[in-house]
């Protein structure tokens, strides 16, 4: 079960990782509503931030980018086949797409490629982000800043704050284990 405050520290956290600025930001708010990662990132936090939201019917390449052209969007959370379908459009040429200031891609692994040359097309920053439902979702996600290009690819950044993270023993649950070991990941956050 999922806690008002555990929705509304995550709302928070999440709008701090991406360095909101109150009133100021667009977002598009293309993924479902009715799933955590699109209610928190994509309605919760434009809301907690009195930000505009760009609210589609439904995610369509060619109306996604008019979209961030007309509106001025800065924030986009995504999947990265959102992310990599924008960039296999035939016309993404003729989109201004420099009002983009961070995208977060999640809900799976973001492939390299996709997220180096989003970044060189909209001067914004892509970040790959982790978390689950039961953790209210966001628990994890790169540095939005210009650190995040020393960030590892294919890792799924630093814990948000106020987030506990370890790798531990899948088998008791109890061993924490040293660094460059795998296992089991145990999240603790408010």
């Known amino acids: 079960m999922l806690t008002h405050t555990n929705l509304v520290a995550n709302t928070l956290m999440f709008a701090a990782w991406i360095k909101g600025v ?3 930001e667009t977002f598009l708010t293309a993924l479902p ?3 955590i990662y699109g209610m928190t990132t994509s309605m919760n936090v434009p809301i907690s931030l009195a930000a505009k939201m760009v609210l589609p019917p439904r995610f369509e390449p060619a109306k996604a980018l008019e979209s961030i052209q007309r509106h001025r969007v800065t924030v986009f959370c995504g999947v990265p086949a959102m992310y990599a379908v924008l960039l296999a459009n035939p016309e993404l040429g003729k989109y201004d ?3 983009i200031r ?3 891609s999640g809900a799976s692994s973001l492939p390299p490629q996709v ?3 989003f970044m060189q097309i ?3 920053l892509l970040a790959e982000g982790y978390g689950l439902t039961e953790a209210s979702p966001v628990t994890h ?3 939005v800043d210009k650190t995040m290009k020393t960030v590892r690819i294919g890792s799924i950044g630093l814990p948000l704050p106020d987030t506990d993270a370890k790798i531990v023993d899948a088998e ?3 061993k924490t284990l040293k660094l460059g070991e795998t296992d089991k990941l145990a999240v603790k956050g408010p």
Do not use: D, M
Request: charged content about 20%; some cysteine.
């Open 97 to 99: 797409l420099i009002s």
């Open 22 to 24: 109150a009133a100021k």
């Open 33 to 35: 509503l009715f799933h």
């Open 102 to 104: 961070v995208c977060i």
């Open 172 to 174: 008791t649950g109890e």
């Open 115 to 117: 997220q180096k040359r």
């Open 122 to 124: 909209t001067g914004g």
């Open 141 to 143: 996600c790169k540095p």
